[in-house]
């Protein structure tokens, strides 16, 4: 079935330090993902997305990469900041997206910065 | 503009009870989604519901239920409380059907069975 992974479960940076979180999907048809931030005590919060018919996309400090052909994408932070630190999840919609809420998400990245 | 709110944020039940967790979604936006976060676990796919019915549902037994009334809002219901059943309950809500929106969460509803 559907399965969305991440490569580690914990990241620690030093501050300043570029972080790269990585995950892995496993449908080939999925064509839309999502990366979420969830800090400790609240609900997870949309930082960026990408469609498949793109490779690169990128925010304020981030960017996301995807990679169709190993089925990989990865969220880079820029200068990490303290408040970067939280758990990371990257997510993907289930097809038939007609179906809708079915999103997979990864286990989660726990990113910590030290100062 | 008011984001998604969930209700209460903290709730502390016996085995065997039932729980009753609130969401109310952001103005405007019809379909909420409820995900359950187990500790140690991803977020895992509970209920779908958009204009007033359920759409879909993951993997969950019947136990687990849910409503959405006309102004949107919706309740989750868990029956015959488990101890697995303890986690945190996300609310989501959405302009559309999540075909490539972005959803906003809640804070959550920490349910501790004991």
């Known amino acids: 079935g559907e399965s969305v992974g991440l490569h580690l479960p914990t990241l620690s940076v030093q501050e300043g330090d570029n972080s790269i979180i990585n995950c892995a999907y496993s449908n080939s048809a999925s064509d839309y993902f999502i990366w979420y931030k969830q800090e400790s005590g609240k609900g997870p919060q949309f930082i960026i997305d990408?469609?498949?018919?793109?490779d690169k996309r990128q925010g304020q400090r981030v960017t996301v990469l995807l990679n169709k052909t190993v089925k990989h994408l990865s969220l880079q932070i820029a200068a990490t900041q303290p408040g970067d630190s939280a758990v990371y999840f990257c997510a993907v919609p289930r097809p038939p997206y007609n179906q809708g809420g079915k999103l997979i998400f990864g286990q989660g990245t726990e990113l910590s910065v030290k100062p | 503009e008011a984001g998604v709110t969930q209700s209460p944020t903290h709730l502390i039940k016996t085995r065997g009870q039932q729980a009753t967790l609130r969401c109310s979604p952001i103005?405007?936006?019809?379909?909420v989604y409820w995900y359950q976060q187990a500790l140690g676990l991803g977020l895992q796919f509970l209920l779908w519901?958009?204009?007033?019915?359920?759409?879909n549902r993951g993997n969950f037994p019947p136990r687990f239920s849910g409503r959405q009334f006309p102004n949107y809002s919706s309740e989750l219901n868990v029956n015959a409380l488990e101890l697995e059943d303890s986690a945190l309950y996300l609310c989501a809500s959405s302009l559309d059907s999540w075909l490539g929106t972005e959803a906003f969460f809640g804070q959550g509803t920490r349910l501790t069975v004991v």
């Open positions: 103005s405007g936006h019809t379909s």
């Open positions: 990408i469609r498949s018919n793109m």
């Open positions: 519901y958009d204009e007033g019915e359920e759409r």
